[in-house]
Structures are given as structure tokens and as C-alpha cells.
């Protein structure tokens, strides 16, 4: 993995991907988020050495360098998921390279299912914890030292001080931003309704496939986390109604310009952490 890492970054080096503050990782439907940048370099996945292409429909492959909120950001268009084969430590690979190629912050978006029953699809959840119930970890395996320790802390993965000011800027634009905990799970499939009864009285609101392992890798490499879900349904059983994934892109879409309004704003507005 270090070696693919290694690989990867030498890579993006070389096309000038390096020097950016913010790594931004955008879930599904918020490619929007991305037209937001202004693009200095983009690229695609499979040109990257090694890299392990998305095959997911509305998750097109990307990194793009450029500047958003006038402060140099490194995008990741088109994640990976456990889904589709990949080992977890593989999902977060990108996680990997923007952390090595110098980001100190990362800002983790991503399409999720509302448990919470006063949750309305199209609003948007802070991320204040996580439930990784994706049944193992993306730190599995010999632990490379210059990235991190073996046995990290996952005591605050979602940093306070971003959390802070994430809700002061979505309060100051007349966004109601929810708070939860976001549950992983493995997919593809969506859950049942007894599965959502589940995670419910686990103490989730939102359930997604997505995100843990990349904010796991990012707090094992000291990289702090900001994490936002676009509501983009009600989960399983909540209405009755059945869930499709035109229609989680779609939503996700829908809420893509009152979000990237948003990341842009906290973006623009964040200190560089003490280190
Ligand atoms: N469940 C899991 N993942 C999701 C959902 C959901 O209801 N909506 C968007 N991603």
C-alpha cells in the first residue's frame, strides 16, 4: 500500500497537485460542489498509477487541484467503495495521497438516508460522530509509522473548531443544518426498515456507505475531519415509499448548490490548524 501510496503521489507531484491547504471529498450528486472550484489542474483517476477506477454510476473519477473560497483545495471527485470489491484500506488510497501531498484538513460530503424522523430529504447533517459498522477497518494490515500509529484515537474523528464554524456559517446563510451520527454500512443494497429500527436505537440518524474509512485514514495521518451529509431520502421503512439510486443522485443534485455555497463559505473561513 505505502508503495502504490508513494507511487501515486510522486505522480501527482509532477503535474503540480502538490501545495493545496484542503482536501474535499464529493459524494454522490454533488459533483455540482466541483464547479464551484476554479479548476488550476484536474485529472483522471485511471491515469493515476496504480489507482483502482469507480465504477459507480454518478461518481466519475477525478482529482481536480484549484481554488476554492480563495484557498487552494485538492478535490476528489468519485469515491471508492467497499462495494465494489475493494479491500477498505484500498477506498481510502485517495485519503492516502492527499494527505502525503499536504492537506491539513478534510472535508468529507456524501449522499445519506434520513433515520431521523424529522430529517427531510434535502437537508443537510453535520456530522458529529460516526458508527463504522462496515465490519472491519481500512487501518487493517501492517501499520505504516510515518503515517500514523498503529492504535489511533478516535476520541474526536469531527473536529470541534470546524464543527463550530460550520454552524455558524450555515446559520448566517439561513441553512437549518441538522447534527448526527452518521452509521456506515457496507451496501450496496439499502437497508431494511429493520435494519434502520436498528440503527436507530444504535443512536444513528443517518446511514450511508461511505466516509468512515476515509475520515479513519485521515485522523490516523493527523489530517482533521469535517463531514456533511446531504439527506438525499427518508431510509427504509421511515415513509413506506421504496429507495432507488436515480433518485438518492438526483437529490443529492438537487441540494448540490445551497452545499457547495456552503463548503465554499467554510472553506474560505478556516484557520490552519495549530500543529
Ligand atoms: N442508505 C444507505 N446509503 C444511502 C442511502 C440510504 O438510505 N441514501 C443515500 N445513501
Redesign the pocket.
Known amino acids: 500500500m505505502r508503495e502504490r501510496v508513494d507511487r501515486a503521489t510522486d505522480f501527482l507531484v509532477e503535474r503540480g497537485f502538490d501545495g493545496a491547504e484542503i482536501g474535499i471529498v464529493l459524494g454522490s450528486g454533488l459533483g455540482p460542489l466541483a464547479d464551484a472550484v476554479e479548476i488550476e489542474r484536474e485529472v483522471a483517476n485511471r491515469e493515476i498509477p496504480d489507482f483502482p477506477e469507480s465504477t459507480v454510476k454518478g461518481h466519475e473519477g477525478r482529482f481536480i487541484v484549484g481554488r476554492l473560497g480563495g484557498r487552494r483545495v485538492l478535490v476528489l471527485k468519485g469515491r471508492l467503495h467497499g462495494y465494489e470489491g475493494y479491500d477498505l484500506a484500498l477506498t481510502a488510497l485517495p485519503i492516502r495521497i492527499m494527505a502525503r501531498l499536504g492537506i491539513h484538513t478534510l472535508v468529507i460530503t456524501n ?3 434520513g433515520i431521523d424522523l424529522d430529517f427531510r430529504p434535502g437537508d443537510v447533517m453535520l456530522i458529529e460522530d460516526h458508527l463504522n459498522l462496515q465490519g472491519r477497518s481500512p487501518l487493517t494490515g501492517p501499520n505504516v509509522e510515518e503515517w500514523g500509529p498503529r492504535f489511533p484515537d478516535m476520541t474526536a474523528v469531527y473536529d470541534a473548531d470546524l464543527r463550530r464554524l460550520a454552524l455558524e456559517v450555515a446559520r448566517a446563510r439561513g441553512i437549518a443544518l441538522r447534527r448526527g451520527i452518521y452509521a456506515s ?1 457496507p ?1 450496496p443494497q ?2 431494511t426498515p429493520a435494519e434502520i429500527r436498528m440503527l436507530r436505537s444504535l443512536g444513528a440518524q443517518a ?3 461511505s466516509s468512515v474509512p476515509e475520515a479513519i485514514v485521515a485522523r490516523h495521518m493527523g489530517v482533521r475531519v469535517l463531514g456533511l451529509s446531504v439527506i ?2 427518508a ?2 421503512g421511515v415513509t413506506g415509499a421504496t ?1 432507488n439510486h436515480d433518485e ?1 443522485v438526483a437529490a443529492g443534485q438537487a441540494a448540490g448548490e445551497e452545499v457547495s455555497g456552503l463548503v465554499a463559505e467554510i472553506v474560505s473561513r478556516m484557520e490552519a490548524p495549530a500543529r
Open positions: 449522499g445519506a438516508g454500512v451496501g439499502y437497508e446511514v450511508g456507505m438525499t431520502n431510509a427504509a429507495l438518492v
